[in-house]
């Protein structure tokens, strides 16, 4: 993918036929051929991340570190 700096003029144009259509996200991938626009999900903050390892089960966080030290054997094989 080649990325192209646009003027403010652009951008400003774009936003506004994007606001039109209910699109508000700050990131957009335009495809004109297939004529979409795909809205690019927010990256997460940290405390979210933070927030979400402690969902893991103790049983899930054994079964995860069984497979990692299982992954780690096979490259080390």
Do not use: C, F, H
Request: glycine share 4%; charged share 30%; hydrophobic share 35%.
């Amino acid at each position: 993918m080649i990325l192209k700096k646009m003027d403010s003029q652009a951008t400003s144009t774009i936003k506004s036929i994007l606001q039109k259509l209910n699109i508000n996200n700050p990131r957009v991938l335009i495809d004109l051929e297939k004529q979409t626009v795909e809205a690019q999900e927010d990256d997460y903050s940290v405390d979210d991340l933070l927030e979400a390892a402690g969902t893991l089960t103790p049983e899930r966080g054994k079964e995860l570190l069984k497979e990692v030290g299982q992954s780690r054997e096979e490259w080390n094989a």
